[in-house]
């Protein structure tokens, strides 16, 4: 083979040979690169989708859970408002009862009682907000404040403060909200 038969031959070559990597370029960027960042978005959009699956199964599974366990919860709600909340018709006098029942038992002198009925339209319960002054010794205002706050009724003691008053006692202040039926 001559010489100038073997250079147009390596030229040949070497064209194909440039062409073919021009070719696997090309390749690259219009399928290669494409397919890759196309299947990492579908890996993305697959792992999102598991993750949406499973949180989906846990929030059913703790539905069912719930919706077992709802009708024994709604009889033990019907029972804390029959035996816990009066009704508003009954919430004054209900409360007058109690707090009379509860200085007597504590051996205070009962000297202040207002009453503030508080609702609003969104709220379950009514709520009876109450004021309340005891005069006593130190030790039977904690048993009062005591006896208040675990008493049978649905009560939330909102503030209290001891101040000093005549001779060998203190008096108590204190704000509750008794919860009525509306």
Known sequence: MSRSRRNALIRIVEG???GLVVLDVVLYFALVR???SLRAGEEARYV???EQVRDL????????????ALPEAEKQLSAFLRNHVPSRRQGFSHAARLM???TEQAGLRLSGL???????????????GMEVEVEGPFSSLLNF???????????????????PAEGQVVALRLGADLYLKP
Do not use: C, W
């Open 16 to 18: 194909v040979a440039v």
């Open 145 to 163: 404040a005591h006896a208040l706050e675990t008493a049978g009724d649905f009560i939330v003691v909102r503030d209290f403060a001891f101040e």
């Open 114 to 128: 207002g009453y503030k009925l508080e609702s609003s339209e969104n709220d379950p319960l009514q709520r009876l």
């Open 34 to 36: 494409p397919l890759r």
């Open 48 to 50: 999102t989708v598991r």
């Open 57 to 68: 199964k846990l929030r059913t599974a703790r539905l069912e859970r719930f919706q077992v």
């Open 100 to 102: 009379r029942r509860l």
